[in-house]
């Protein structure tokens, strides 16, 4: 089945504490996103990747880092997770420039 | 940034009754997707626009890009319990090469 797969689905942890959020597309996708959702804000994007080892900052980078090393992974790096990060995150990937985005189903994080 | 506006925010209606919700923006727009999330799932595509002017439906919804392409709306006739979720507008403005803006979405309510 073709999908994004985003772990874990439910994270809790504290200030300063390292974390990743993995996510894999099996679709061969160029393109792969990670974006915020928070209440009265839509979806926001934090970065995205155009392809293996291309990626670039999106609209609310600050606190985050990404990587592509190959097509089919693209990891969420939280250095140092502050509160301000507690939010819902969707990985997602589409095949080319215009065509639709097919997303995860979701990292809820909380940052105590 | 943010560059789309969304509205209503939140919808509450009967069922069978019909919806409509638009999206503008102060920039053009060479694509619009709408998108419907569910609860605890990611987004999922309804329906894409790529023409000024084009109408195009999916069952029950129907959605239009605007003439000046800097507007959609997406309608939803005699709605169902199941339409219940959030609707997000999205699309490429015309200076953003192959990055998408998301509308903050309107929340939909169908009390059976």
């Known amino acids: 089945e073709a999908q994004v797969t985003q772990n874990p689905r439910y994270l809790i942890t504290v200030t300063g504490k390292k974390l990743t959020v993995t996510c894999s597309q099996n679709?061969?996708?160029?393109?792969m996103s990670w974006y915020r959702q928070d209440p009265g804000l839509g979806l926001r994007q934090i970065y995205y990747?155009?392809?293996?080892?291309?990626?670039d900052k999106g609209d609310v980078p600050e606190g985050y880092k990404v990587s592509r090393k190959e097509k089919r992974n693209f990891p969420l790096i939280l250095e140092s997770p502050s509160p301000n990060q507690t939010s819902l995150y969707f990985c997602?990937?589409?095949?080319?420039?215009?065509?639709?985005?097919?997303f995860g189903n979701g990292t809820r994080l909380t940052v105590t | 940034g943010q560059q789309l506006n969304q509205s209503p925010q939140s919808m509450f209606i009967q069922e069978g009754e019909d919806v409509s919700m638009n999206c503008t923006s102060s920039s053009i727009f060479n694509t619009w997707l709408w998108y419907k999330q569910d609860p605890g799932e990611g987004p999922v595509l309804l329906i894409a626009l790529y023409k000024a002017g084009e109408l195009t439906s999916n069952g029950r919804l129907t959605a239009q890009f605007g003439i000046t392409r800097k507007d959609s709306f997406l309608n939803i006739s005699a709605s169902i319990p199941s339409d219940v979720g959030i609707y997000f507008c999205a699309g490429p403005p015309q200076t953003s090469g192959s990055r998408l803006t998301f509308g903050e979405g309107t929340q939909l309510t169908v009390n059976p």
């Open positions: 997602a990937s589409r095949p080319g420039v215009n065509s639709p985005l097919h």
């Open positions: 990747s155009m392809n293996v080892e291309v990626t």
């Open positions: 679709m061969n996708h160029e393109y």
